[in-house]
DNA sequence: GTCTATAACGCGATAGAC
DNA sequence: GTCTATCGCGTTATAGAC
């Protein structure tokens, strides 16, 4: 997250925040203080509370929607494309670790329209990937399983990810990216 | 969850409400507007708010604890004994669905005291998964992946199926029983 | 065991000085 | 752009009548 300008100061900061309590448990005065500034002046750079959470909240959605949208038509086959995802949420937890926490710990907390534009975005994700797993059933690349469990299972995982990444160094990042799609492509026992 | 008397009526109401909205964004007054009474009401069988918060989460996790130290020494395979747990996180999910959601969402809510007692029983039972797997490794039951990986991405899974099931039909529990073992433990892709 | 009334406090947000 | 002061409201919890 670069910081380009105060209100992105205030986002970041408040991302930072969220994250470790969750977004009602914050308040403006805690944003504030961390940032060495009353609570007042916050509201000369942002015009409420919800803005700050949708922000941060659409911010990460649209990133996701942006690398599913570029992956999908794509000329690769299913387990390539899954490959492809896992890696997208590998990066996204690395580069944007409190935004994404937020995302999935606040959503329902977004107020009436934009809690219907974010709930818009993650409904054609998992649509993506449903008809990336089923084409995959289809070209006998993947095992014939129930593709809602399926879906679940590791999307469930991949958004998760931030839990893992939060307590770890940079460098077991490698690890992952190396290891994660074997457990949850391959699974763990010996065949 | 059987309902014996009161307080045990106000927990199960409190549960409810909590896991659609957040401990924080649920309010005394909420809660005794379910139960059809005034929040002054709620202290004459509760101490205070936490001790509701707190009620919810340990329950649940002794549930887990409970089964862990109870399958853990028995002499059979790391398979069967992951194949289990597997069982027992579904269980609790269809029998404590409010509790399983509020424990995964809002212990991080809990006060001092009652904080380090649950990341105790979390701790202790990641350890006991973390046995098991590497006891299934030793005897080449199971792949060497990094234990770290498998543990995360299993158990994010098992205690994320409260999502899952609110949205399914409880005839659909039996396809979870049957194929979400296949998926975690044996993977998805085509050998 | 439930009620009304209220204490004590923190919340998001605004007005207006500098 | 930040400040002080403040409004109006919601919060948990208690006291005391019934």
């Known amino acids: 997250m670069k910081i380009t300008d ?3 100061e205030i986002i970041v900061t408040a991302a930072k ?18 940032l060495g500034i009353k609570a007042a002046s916050l509201y000369n750079h942002i015009k409420s509370k919800q803005e700050i959470l949708s922000d941060i909240v659409l911010n990460v959605a649209e990133s ?4 599913m949208e570029q992956i999908y038509p794509q000329s690769i086959n299913s387990i390539q494309k899954l490959e492809a995802i896992i890696q997208n949420h590998i990066d996204i937890t690395v580069q ?17 329209e934009n809690l219907a534009t974010y709930l818009k975005l993650r409904n054609a994700y998992e649509a993506s990937f449903r008809k990336i797993l089923q084409e995959g059933i289809a070209k006998n690349e993947l095992e014939n399983q129930n593709s809602e469990i399926v879906i679940f299972s590791i999307l469930t995982t991949l958004r998760a990810l931030y839990l893992w990444y939060s307590k770890k160094s940079s460098v077991e990042v490698e690890v992952l990216k190396k290891d994660l799609p074997k457990t949850l492509l391959h699974g763990i026992v010996k065949n």
């Not at 996701?64 to 690398?67: A, I, P, V």
């Open 6 to 8: 105060r209100k992105s």
């Open 64 to 67: 996701f929607t942006n690398h």
């Open 96 to 112: 944007k670790t409190d935004f994404l926490a937020c995302m999935n710990n606040d959503w329902m907390h977004l107020d009436e």
């Open 17 to 34: 925040l969220f994250k470790k309590r969750g977004y009602n448990a914050v308040s403006m005065r805690d944003i504030a203080q961390e």
